[in-house]
């Protein structure tokens, strides 16, 4: 199986602030890497898809790069609606595997 | 407008079962493969299940062994998730996605059914 790691698990930014979450694959994956947001107690919600293709509606402020084993994704300028945690998620091969999470806190 | 709606979930005892829904409407149902990912409680993301249009190719996650079924009905806009032998480990959030043909990603989720195994 291909194992995801993220990191950091957690961070502490302001509203304003660009962020970025670092995902990197056992193997290479090509550009199958997926992101998503998920809010306490609501279902995720794709925000990137092929490592920088942005998920119709999404704002323009999250970006992708990344191919083979190392990803990241920024959000330029933190917004309230920002914050919540992140998943990676490779759909190279199977078993489909998500990273562990990164929370985005408000500092 | 995109809705996937999962039911029947609920407490269960260790070693019973249960059966999953997911009733979808705001697309063509059979045109897409279809997922199960299931979150225990204040935990990450786990993909539990994969079956394709025409229920051609299934797929699980290793860790089932077995116990779980997945299963659809296109004349009824339905996804079913039968488990069987259930254990304390499995209880989590249920959630039914769409997931995009070609590249895999899931672009719609529904809002989750919490499985409760415990004696």
């Known amino acids: 199986d291909i194992q995801m790691t993220q990191s950091p698990s957690s961070l502490s930014a302001s509203v304003g602030d660009g962020v970025t979450i670092t995902c990197r694959a056992s193997?290479?994956?090509?550009?199958?890497l997926n992101w998503y947001q998920q809010k306490p107690g609501k279902a995720p919600k794709l925000v990137m898809y092929?490592?920088?293709s942005l998920h119709s509606g999404v704002p323009s402020r999250f970006s992708g790069t990344g191919s083979g084993t190392d990803f990241t994704l920024t959000i330029s300028s933190l917004q309230p609606e920002d914050f919540a945690t992140y998943y990676c998620q490779q759909t190279h091969s199977t078993p489909w595997t998500f990273g562990q999470g990164t929370k985005v806190e408000i500092k | 407008e995109v809705q996937l709606v999962e039911s029947g979930g609920g407490l269960v005892k260790p070693g019973g079962s249960l059966r999953l829904s997911c009733a979808v409407s705001?697309?063509?149902?059979?045109?897409?493969?279809m997922s199960w990912v299931r979150q225990v409680p204040g935990k990450g993301l786990e993909w539990v299940s994969s079956i394709t249009r025409s229920s051609d190719y299934i797929y699980y996650a290793d860790s089932l062994k077995g116990r779980f079924t997945i299963s659809r009905d296109n004349a009824k806009n339905s996804l079913y998730l039968q488990m069987n032998s259930l254990r304390a480990e499995d209880t989590a959030v249920y959630y039914c996605?769409?997931?995009?043909?070609?590249?895999?990603?899931?672009?719609?989720w529904g809002q989750g059914a919490l499985v409760t195994v415990s004696s």
């Open positions: 092929s490592a920088s």
């Open positions: 705001g697309f063509t149902f059979r045109n897409y493969t």
């Open positions: 996605a769409r997931e995009h043909t070609l590249i895999n990603f899931f672009d719609y």
């Open positions: 193997q290479s994956i090509n550009n199958y």
